[in-house]
T-cell receptor, first 112, second 116 residues
Framework: KQEVTQIPAALSVPEGENLVLNCSFTDSAIYNLQWFRQDPGKGLTSLLLIQSSQREQTSGRLNASLDKSSGRSTLYIAASQPGDSATYLCAVVKAAGNKLTFGGGTRVLVKP | ETGVTQTPRHLVMGMTNKKSLKCEQHLGHNAMYWYKQSAKKPLELMFVYSLEERVENNSVPSRFSPECPNSSHLFLHLHTLQPEDSALYLC???????????????FGQGTRLTVV
């Protein structure tokens, strides 16, 4: 059974510092991995999708890497801003299936 | 706006009530999902519909009844719920290509359900 873990569960940084969020998964047979952002009480906003054949994806200040063999992904957010404060979730899609298995999320607070 | 719309945004219901949650996607996707998000627990998949057929039911109690009349609409019918069913219910959609590598999943804003 696929298990997805995100550490730390919460993170607080001063504005301007780079953020590093970690995601690990137990079954490396995945099709893709997706990073989401969730604001309190709201739905999920897709940030980046990495296919299993890719090593990284970039969008603006966001960069996500994937090491499938070791079961890890890292989301980097450069030069953090207070508006980056949210919960960040990673999810994987296993092979031969289309359901997302989610981690517990990392709650980020960027202090002005 | 993600292209996935959920209504209502908030719902308070008694344990004897019957209500329905609605989800509509405008992305041309062929797969839709219901997820449950409870406090301090990871998102849990409830149901998956692909090409309007239910392909997964993750041991969800029968007091939750999904309906997918077409590829753009998904409902979750609720009856005789319990207080522990209070949660954020999220709908998502994606393009499922024969069960193989799928594309990005897009989520609605969710319905905050409170059972009293």
């Amino acid at each position: 059974k696929q298990e997805v873990t995100q550490i730390p569960a919460a993170l607080s940084v001063p504005e301007g510092e780079n953020l590093v969020l970690n995601c690990s998964f137990t079954d490396s047979a995945i099709y893709n991995l997706q990073w989401f952002r969730q604001d309190p009480g709201k739905g999920l906003t897709s940030l980046l999708l990495i296919q299993s054949s890719q090593r990284e994806q970039t969008s603006g200040r966001l960069n996500a890497s994937l090491d499938k063999s070791s079961g890890r992904s890292t989301l980097y957010i450069a030069a953090s801003q207070p508006g980056d404060s949210a919960t960040y979730l990673c999810a994987v899609v296993k092979a031969a299936g289309n359901k997302l298995t989610f981690g517990g999320g990392t709650r980020v607070l960027v202090k002005p | 706006e993600t292209g996935v719309t959920q209504t209502p945004r908030h719902l308070v219901m008694g344990m004897t009530n019957k209500k329905s949650l609605k989800c509509e996607q405008h992305l041309g996707h062929n797969a839709m999902y219901w997820y449950k998000q409870s406090a301090k627990k990871p998102l849990e998949l409830m149901f998956v519909y692909s090409l309007e057929e239910r392909v997964e039911n993750n041991s969800v109690p029968s007091r939750f009844s999904p309906e997918c009349p077409n590829s753009s609409h998904l409902f979750l019918h609720l009856h005789t719920l319990q207080p522990e069913d209070s949660a954020l219910y999220l709908c998502a959609s994606s393009q499922d290509r024969a069960g193989l590598m799928n594309t990005e999943a897009f989520f609605g804003q969710g319905t905050r359900l409170t059972v009293v």
